[in-house]
């Protein structure tokens, strides 16, 4: 499964949408999408053991849903 750490968080893309367990010692966030059903990317934040949404966004490029994290991230700190 593809993931970068950015500005303190790890991002991961995961193939065919099925999201990992991370671990609780950084900030994650998943970028999916459903090609079948939309066309843009999602956000997905983990907390308190579970995924949701980060955004109520829809981003045309996965670096757009990058950005979005390194925000939430900033603000988080």
Do not use: C
């Amino acid at each position: 499964m593809d993931n970068i750490i950015i500005s303190g968080a790890r991002i991961y893309f995961p193939p065919d949408n099925q999201l990992p367990s991370p671990s609780s010692d950084m900030l994650t966030f998943a970028v999916v999408r459903d090609a079948d059903t939309i066309k843009e990317y999602l956000l997905l934040i983990h907390r308190n053991g579970r995924w949701e949404l980060a955004s109520s966004a829809f981003y045309k490029e996965h670096g757009h849903a990058i950005a979005a994290a390194t925000k939430i991230v900033r603000n988080d700190i």
